[in-house]
Every structure is written in C-alpha cells, then in structure tokens.
C-alpha cells in the first residue's frame, strides 16, 4: 500500500521531522502476514469502491473545511469557519459537478473532522421533503432545498421532549375557515431547541408539530416552515429564535432554538404524501404513515458509519504510537521494549481493533437491508421496516456506546500525550460523544429494539411465522455449550451458538417479567416501566449476536485463496470471544457453560491478543487513513511521533516570544512586591 500522503509544509517547525519513517513502524510493517491492499478493498467492498473513495478524498482534502483542524478555534471562529468553508466547498464541488453534495460529503466522510454547516439540511430537510411530500410539494421545495436557494433545517426536538414523539408539545391546529394551519409553540418547554442550523443559517424548517383537528389530536405531521427572510435573514413575525450557546464540541453546526407564536400557515404547507387534511378539515391517510420514521432510519444508519470511522481512527493512532513508543525493559540490559508488546496494552486496544472491523461488516449488511427495505416500500410492502427500524435504533445505542468506550481507551493508552489536541485523540472522543445523544438519546433506542423483540415474541405465541433477525426466537437453542477443547472456543459455529443462547434466554426472561406484571393487573406501559433494565440487557444480547453473526458471515464469504482470510479470522473470533469473555456471568447463569469451559474461553482470548500483535499496524494501516484526515501527530503513517509532538509545540502560539506578555502584566509586578518587603 502507498503511503498516505502527510503534510508538513504548513508546520515552521516541520525540518525536525526525519525524511525516513521510524524504524520500529517498518518492522512493523515487515512482519505481516496478508498485502494491506487487499484488505483495504475488502473494508470497502471493491476495488471500485476503494478507488472512488480515495478520488472523493483527495478532492475533499484540498479543501480547507475537511484539510483545517478546527479544534483549536474558539465556538465563533469555528461557526464562522464552518459556513465560510462549507460555502466555498459547495461552489468547489459545482464547479466539479458530476455529484451532490450530500453523495460527495457520504462518499468521503471518513475525512470530515470538521462541521459541515448544511448536514441536516443535506441529510434531513430535502430527504423530508422527497419523502413526505406530494409530487406538487416536491416540486416545489425539494429543488430550491438542492440548490441552497432555501436553507433548511429539521425541527423536532423540543427543549422538554426529545426522542419521546407523543410527547411533543408544538401544535398546528387546523381553522377551515381560511384553509390555515395555526402553528404555536404554546409553552417554554415546547419550544425547538436543538436542531443543527436552527440557530443563524436556515430560513426554513421542517417542523414536527401536532396536528389538530376540530379539539382531535392526530399526533405529530410534518409542516414547511418559514422562519426567515429570504431577502434580510431576519426571523418573520411570530418567530423567536437563537443560538442555544456554547456546546463542549460541534460549535460550527449552529444548533438553534425557536420559539412560535401563533404563526399561521397555508394547508399546503403540510407534507401531505402519507396523509392528508382537506380544505373542509376532513383527515385522511393514504400509504403508510410509517414513512416518517424512514427519514430517522437514514440518519441513524449514518451514525452507524460514524460509529466505524471514529474508532477506526482512534486504533490506528493509539496502535501506531504504541509502536514506537518504548518503555521499561523486560531484560536487565536490554532495550526498551515497545508499549505494544505487554499484553495490558494489546487489552486495551486490540478488541477495539476487532470491534472497528465488526462494526465495519454490520454496516454493510445494514445497508443492504435498508436498500431491500426501500424497495420492498416501493412496491407498496412495509413488512421489513419494524425489524430495520428496530435494528438501527439499538444498534445506533450499542455500536455509539461500545465505539466511544474504546476511542476513550486509546486515548487513555497514549498516557499523558493523548490527552493532547495534537494527538488527534482528544478531538475523536469529544466530537464522537455527542452521537450518545443525538438523533435519539440510547436509553431510548435500545428500547425500540427490545419492542421490536417483544411484538416477535407475541407474534409467535399467536402462531405467526418469523424471518430475519429474531428468527431464532421461534425455537429453544441448545441448553449446554459444545465446547470440549480450547479449539472449540475458536469455532465459529460454537460461537454463534453461545450468542444466540444468550439472547433467546435473556429475551424471554424479560418478556416473561413483562408478561408477569401485566398479569399483576399493570398496565402495559407501568410493566414496561418496571422491566426496561432486563428489556435493555435482552436487545443488548440480540445485538451482539447479530453483529456476531454478521461478521462470521462476511469472514465465511471471504475466498479462502486470499491472504486476508487468516487475519479476519483471528479478528472475527476476538471479537466474539471477548463479549464471551467480558459477559461470562450471561452464560453461566443458566448453566449453559461451566467452570472448565470458561478458563478454556478466557486463555483462548489470551492467545488470541497473541496472535494478532505481529499484524496490529498492518490492519490499521488498512483502513487506509491518510495524515491529514487523522489531524495526529502520534499516528502518522510515518512513525515519528516524537519529532512532530515538538514540532507542534514549538508552534504554539504561546511560543511566538521567549518572554510571554504575562511576565510582564502580572508576574514582574508580584515579584517586586515580595522583594519590597523584602
């Protein structure tokens, strides 16, 4: 594989970086067993894919929005970088053409570091409107939203509701009077405060809002929503709304708040392509209304994505500079030995080595769901949505959890130099946090999964037939693992074995409690109340076992004539064997394994760190990172990590004079003050 690209030219301090790579991270290199290149292709799916993607990255690295670490900026200077830089990579990218800018931004997205200052316009707005909207309002707002002649947002989280849609409180009561929706925003709590681009960029807004009907709430429908100028940006009558202020990360997506006071609207303005409201207030639905959630379904496979890229980035810095970082010996007189070989830093970053690839396998197949999906609801067949729906919103919760879990890891494994912003460590895990809350808090989302279970559970009481992930619900699984030699521990069959016991039996654990309060005389949502711990851990379970069963299956599919088949291997049953591992008590509460058979999983993961330390840089070195998206000066492809960390610092803009200003504010004087008294 070449060498990704690095940049040094723009560093005053760059002639202290060596012309030749550290020579611990070639040994490295020389050590492994498959060709990068291949497994590269495999992490993209082709070599079209791969081609495509390093095209799309190296246009997007010319320009500054995705090129510029942004990190250092204060929440102005970055809001401020933000919509000057998205502006001039819409006008780069038109000038190209051959691509949208949603396609374009997706296409090379492992490359944005920085804010993209229309993403939900991109990924929210004019979706909404293609989707939701008549063929008439389509054509209407879907080309001005395409051309940035309108800009967008999407407005659905209040500042008292979120993910809790029959809780919203924004209302559109409809007056067939004059054909109007009168939208209100009728308390503080019910306000929108959230939505990226609400702040100071959009002038319209897809509003999520209850529609009422005669005193009759319909629940929450889709409205366009001017809310400023389009000649002086100025917020029109009725509208309040503002930045909601600094955030920890994510300053230049200009998340806003909106206040509505009895604002009223054509009933045109109401997406009317799943259900309708006639000019006399007669409320009608055409299609299937489940349509709304597909826009939420799009965004959270996104995240799913993300989940990937940035703990993908994080090993490949963490890994590399534990490469050619030396510390202590293991010898009396010999070298220092690299980080990378004591087995408490191999626990510390080669599961979530494993994890990144696993991760990588459950997005394609999610994908290829949703494009299933999609085309089964083209033909008029919503079947496949509860289960995709179900799917993304768990796994949008476990996949966010798990990745920030261990980017906070590798970090920590970089001791103190990972704490800095140069390391690149600190930004992934700040930036990616903010994904455990966003687009559905994760306490939430891993409920829908564990509905998503309990309707199955119901469904086959009742006789029904079930395909697709639950499918194993149907029937009891095996009581007592098979396991009866450590090699049994590596067995892919066995392994999947032990992760669908583990979820048959937690799910009906949990469906059995719920069942237990109804019969209590509970209501439903009071035994939903008293259940949802063991409802977490059953869609936790489900979850696990089907990413499990992903991966195998990719790994499975691999031909056996590639080199990268071994290495995958080794990383589909790491990854399996430590959640068996870390999750022992599950399989051994019920007796499934015994004492024996634990020790044997526990030295097999022991062996199993063992064997993917010679090929540990080589696999991230396949993800194929180049300098300037991983903004690192610890995991660059080159190795030297020392030489740039001082190059960096020497560039501090605390160093421009050897005397700073503040000696001469503040310490000079309180020195002469101790030497009077003196």
Not at 424 to 438: D, E, H, N, P, Q
Not at 509 to 520: D, I, K, P, S, T
């Amino acid at each position: 594989m070449a060498s990704p690209t690095t940049t040094t030219a723009s560093n005053p301090s760059s002639s202290l970086i060596p012309s030749t790579p550290n020579p611990d991270i070639v040994k490295e290199r020389k050590t492994a067993s498959f060709n990068t290149s291949e497994m590269t292709v495999f992490i993209d799916g082709s070599e079209q894919e791969t081609k495509h993607r390093r095209q799309m990255e190296a246009f997007l690295l010319k320009q500054k929005l995705f090129s510029t670490n942004a990190s250092n900026m204060s929440a102005e200077e970055e809001y401020d970088f933000s919509a000057k830089e998205t502006v001039q990579f819409i006008r780069a990218l038109k000038a190209r053409g051959g691509m949208t800018i949603m396609d374009a931004v997706m296409k090379g997205r492992r490359v944005v570091t920085n804010d993209f200052l229309f993403g939900v316009h991109d990924l929210m707005f004019v979706p909404t409107i293609e989707r939701l909207g008549t063929e008439e309002q389509q054509a209407k707002w879907a080309p001005l939203g395409k051309e940035y002649k309108i800009l967008g947002t999407y407005a659905q989280t209040e500042l008292g509701h979120g993910t809790y849609l029959p809780g919203l409180e924004t209302t559109a009561t409809y007056d067939p009077s004059t054909q109007e929706f009168i939208v209100d925003t009728p308390k503080l709590t019910s306000m929108k405060f959230w939505p990226g681009s609400l702040g100071h960029t959009a002038n319209h807004c897809i509003l999520m809002a209850n529609l009422i009907i005669k005193g009759q709430n319909y629940g929450p429908h889709a409205f366009m929503l001017q809310i400023r100028s389009r000649d002086d940006h100025r917020p029109l009558a009725g509208i309040t709304l503002g930045d909601i202020g600094t955030k920890w990360t994510h300053n230049g997506h200009g998340n806003g708040f909106l206040r509505i006071n009895k604002v009223r609207i054509p009933r045109n303005q109401m997406l009317m392509k799943y259900a309708q409201v006639s000019p006399d207030g007669t409320y009608s639905k055409q299609g299937n209304i489940k349509m709304m959630y597909n826009t939420m379904i799009l965004v959270r496979m996104t995240i799913l994505t993300y989940a990937f890229i940035g703990l993908s980035k994080a090993t490949t810095i963490a890994i590399r500079y534990s490469a050619v970082r030396r510390q202590g010996t293991l010898k009396m007189g010999h070298p220092e030995v690299q980080i990378l070989d004591y087995q408490t830093q191999q626990q510390k970053l080669f599961p979530g080595l494993a994890t990144a690839y696993a991760f990588n396998s459950v997005f394609k197949r999610m994908y290829a769901m949703y494009e299933e999906c999609n085309s089964d609801i083209q033909r008029g067949d919503f079947s496949s949505l509860p289960e995709l729906h179900g799917l993304a919103s768990g796994l949008k919760s476990f996949m966010t959890y798990t990745s920030h879990g261990f980017i906070d890891q590798c970090r920590q494994s970089c001791g103190g130099h990972g704490f800095l912003l140069s390391g690149g460590l600190a930004g992934i895990s700040s930036k990616f946090s903010a994904s455990i809350t966003y687009e559905g808090e994760n306490s939430v989302m891993i409920l829908q999964t564990a509905r998503y279970l309990m309707k199955t559970l119901s469904a086959i009481q009742s006789g029904g037939q079930v395909i697709g992930s639950a499918s194993y619900l149907a029937s009891p699984p095996q009581q007592h693992s098979k396991i009866s030699s450590k090699s049994d521990v590596l067995n892919f069959d066995l392994l999947m074995q032990a992760f669908e016991h583990r979820a048959y039996r937690l799910t009906m654990a949990a469906g059995q409690r719920l069942a237990g309060f109804v019969m209590q005389g509970l209501s439903q949502a009071e035994a939903l109340g008293k259940s949802t711990i063991d409802l977490t851990k059953a869609a936790e379970a489900h979850l696990h076992f089907f990413i499990v069963a992903s991966f195998c299956a990719e790994v499975n599919a691999v031909h056996s004539g590639l080199g990268i088949k071994e290495v995958l291997t080794t990383l589909c049953q790491l990854y399996a064997v430590y959640g068996m591992d870390r999750n022992m008590g599950d399989f051994l509460q019920d007796g499934y394994m015994n004492g024996e058979q634990t020790e044997m999983v526990h030295e097999q993961y022991l062996n199993l760190l063992a064997a993917l330390r010679p090929n540990a840089v080589a696999l991230v070195d396949a993800f194929d990172y180049r300098d300037e998206a991983l903004h690192s000066v610890l995991g660059c492809y080159d190795g030297n990590a020392y030489e740039r960390l001082f190059a960096d610092s020497l560039s501090c803009a605390k160093n421009k004079t050897e005397v700073h200003p503040i000696y001469e504010k503040y310490l000079k004087p309180l020195m002469k003050d101790t030497q009077s008294k003196l």
